[in-house]
């Protein structure tokens, strides 16, 4: 896969976006640890950032999703990853199954408004007991006449606080793990209030800090039945489809951790010790080699898992292999970037630092580690399917 004028010319302007309107006040949405992500996302979807891949008929730009990779590798330049991490929720995560799979009126109703940034959208997944086996959750949805009522909790909710509606997968039957489960768009605010019997509560994380994340609990909690997205029961199968898009969504925005890597090469080439810059260390330079190298390794599994998506294949396993590559991989370049860097980047709003606490984790969330590497094995033939 290789850019084009048209992705660069999308890059450039995010890249100028992020410049210009988010990294000025990281700091300090770092410190409130909350960013104001209505008002950011109104004006994102005015310049069309929020619907790249989305249909013209509902406020997007129809593009194909080689342009939301490079949208998120340009978004993965701004100074704090929480920013990346809520916006590739609104595009990547909470809307792809409702865009493919949601009927009209729901796509008119919630995935319009999410383009435009009138919305705020969260996905709702994980819970207590079950992140990264998401067969085993727990939270229900039964029928009653033409409505589902909601009852269990979701946890690690990314933009919990302020979403304005959340794509929640639930159980809506007794069946078979992977045929119980249904997608549903739950409205968490109604005429700006919260909606009856929704409780949230706000989580104190290591990292991403300008990010909020949250608890959300679901006391039956009624919604239309029209709210679902797709067929009853196929809720497991779109969300195992969506979180491909997911896992390329954050590989993407790693890869903009050569910056670190030159910022890093920068300071030490100011910064003397014993009489010559830091950078004149042969180790250093050989390591920052290495890690470059490494990153343009990743690069390339990325674009390749992308042009495998776009044209219509199999991309479990390459999105999967990215997914832990460049989870791995942004640990190593932030944790070496802060040794590096000495005590200067063991201060707090040192960006390797930053970079070190939120890059944690890209092991751990959308699939852990081990998780993916249980699906890389099985799509290897090593163990047996299911």
């Known amino acids: 896969m290789l850019y084009t004028e048209d992705h660069r010319s999308i890059m450039d302007s995010i890249r100028r976006f992020v410049s210009a309107e988010i990294d000025p006040h990281v700091d300090e949405w770092e410190a409130a640890e909350i960013f104001p992500a209505h008002a950011l996302f109104k004006r994102m979807g005015e310049l069309g950032f929020l619907g790249i891949t989305k249909p013209v008929e509902y406020g997007g730009l129809g593009l194909d999703f080689s342009y939301a990779v490079a949208a998120a590798e340009a978004l993965g330049y701004v100074h704090a990853q929480g920013i990346g991490m809520a916006v590739g929720v609104q595009t990547d995560m909470a809307t792809p199954a409702l865009t493919a799979f949601g ?42 006449g033409d409505d589902y009522v909601i009852s269990g909790s979701k946890m690690w909710i990314t933009n919990g606080t302020q979403a304005d509606w959340i794509c929640l997968l639930c159980n809506t039957s007794d069946g078979p793990v992977h045929k119980n489960k249904s997608l549903i768009i739950v409205p968490l605010k109604q005429g700006g209030k919260r909606t009856p019997g929704v409780e949230v509560q706000k989580i104190k994380k290591f990292g991403m800090w300008c990010s909020d994340t949250a608890q959300i609990f679901f006391d039956e909690v009624r919604v239309p039945a029209r709210n679902r997205i797709g067929e009853e029961g196929m809720g497991f199968i779109y969300q195992m489809k969506q979180f491909q898009e997911e896992r390329l969504n954050g590989a993407a925005r790693r890869l903009a951790c050569n910056a670190l890597i030159e910022e890093t090469a920068d300071y030490l080439l100011q910064r003397t010790a014993f009489g010559k810059p830091l950078l004149d260390n042969q180790f250093i330079q050989f390591k920052l080699a290495e890690l470059k190298t490494e990153m343009e390794a990743l690069r390339a599994l990325v674009y390749m898992a992308t042009k495998t998506y776009i044209d219509g294949g199999d991309v479990v396993e390459l999105a999967s292999m990215a997914k832990l590559k460049a989870g791995r991989l942004s640990r190593e370049v932030a944790d070496w970037c802060m040794q590096f860097q000495g005590g200067m980047g063991y201060t707090w709003d040192n960006h390797a630092s930053r970079a070190y606490r939120d890059f944690r984790l890209g092991s751990i969330g959308g699939g852990a580690d081990e998780v993916m590497l249980t699906v890389i094995a099985r799509q290897m033939g090593l163990m047996a399917k299911g």
């Open 103 to 144: 009927s009209d009126a729901l796509k008119r109703e919630f995935l319009a408004p999410a383009i435009a940034g009138e919305a705020v959208a969260a996905i709702g997944v994980s819970e207590a007991g079950a992140g990264s086996d998401v067969a085993s959750l727990k939270t229900r949805a039964r029928r009653d």
